[in-house]
């Protein structure tokens, strides 16, 4: 994720020395350096810098161990977190800091394709939230929420909504390998199939319900298939699998609250 926001970044026309990487990998640092043209250092050399903003790409589970290692460098920078689950509170306590935007992308950010959302809360100035939009729009669409619970509802929806639809695309592929396809048509078939789909939904404003009924003739093979999805609950699944999805993004945001 973090490559995916310099990429990004760059490539959106920010020069490469006003972005600096702070990586322990000296062979990750070297690739930077080396594909993007940037400045990279180790966690020893951050005393010497001072950054407007700093971008937190680390595993919720390495996050606090990051914080004390820079210890006070970074503190009067802004503060931009894609560690999944922890909370605002949590993350302001460690970074002693009130500037901290949590954020939640999804994995189609490393295509610029994704879903960001983001909580800012009340110690996040204006300008802060336009320098934040600066660094996390070119992965995709920016989503402010208001709470962190709405964070965990970005979540469930669009954070892990990219493998529920690989699930489903499983699925199709898998029904036209059954009806003799190649295991590549099948995917082709799915695939095309359901980029269509989302492109014809993204070129107008029409409810997809709308959508959906234009491709169904009465007594036809769509009605048919429908009704076996209908009865099967799909869309009752989907609704409780997303459910399921949001109740454990808020035990685990309980977890860090309480490990903390």
């Known amino acids: 994720m973090a490559t995916a926001l ?20 000296t062979s990750q640092r070297q690739h930077l350096e080396q ?27 390495h996050m606090r161990a990051a914080v004390e290692e820079l210890g006070n460098g970074l503190a009067s920078a802004l503060h931009v977190s894609i560690a999944a689950g922890l909370p605002s509170s949590v993350l302001k306590e460690w970074l002693k800091s009130d500037r901290v935007i949590r954020t939640m992308p999804n994995s189609a950010a490393t ?11 009340s110690g996040v100035t204006p300008a802060d939230r336009s320098l934040a939009e600066k660094l996390l729009s070119p992965t995709g669409k920016i989503v402010w929420v208001d709470s962190d619970a709405r964070i965990d ?3 469930a929806v669009s954070g892990s909504g990219p493998a529920y639809v690989f699930h489903f ?10 009806l ?6 099948g995917r082709d078939l799915a695939l ?3 980029r269509g789909a989302v492109l014809q939904a993204l070129a107008g404003d029409e409810s997809l319900s709308v959508l959906r009924q234009r491709v169904t003739s009465e007594k036809g093979t769509t009605v048919a298939a429908l009704e076996v999805l209908d ?13 399921a999805a949001f109740v454990r993004a808020q035990e685990i945001a309980t977890e860090w609250s309480g490990a903390r």
Do not use: M
């Not at 993007?36 to 595993?59: I, M, N, P, Q, S």
């Not at 003799?180 to 048509?185: I, K, L, N, R, W």
């Open 35 to 61: 594909t993007y043209g940037l400045r990279c250092l180790t966690t020893g050399e951050v005393a010497e810098v001072k950054v407007d903003a700093v971008v937190w790409a680390v595993k919720p589970q």
């Open 231 to 243: 009865h099967e609950g799909t869309q009752r699944s989907l609704s409780n699998a997303i459910d």
């Open 192 to 194: 095309q199939t359901a």
């Open 111 to 121: 295509i610029g394709a994704g879903v960001t959302g983001i909580f800012a809360g």
């Open 169 to 178: 695309l499983e699925g199709f592929q898998a029904a036209a390998q059954a």
């Open 6 to 25: 310099i990429a990004g970044a760059i490539g959106a026309g920010t020069p490469p020395d006003e972005l600096l990487v702070i990586e322990r990998s």
């Open 153 to 155: 509802a970005i979540t």
């Open 180 to 185: 003799g396809f190649s295991e590549a048509e």
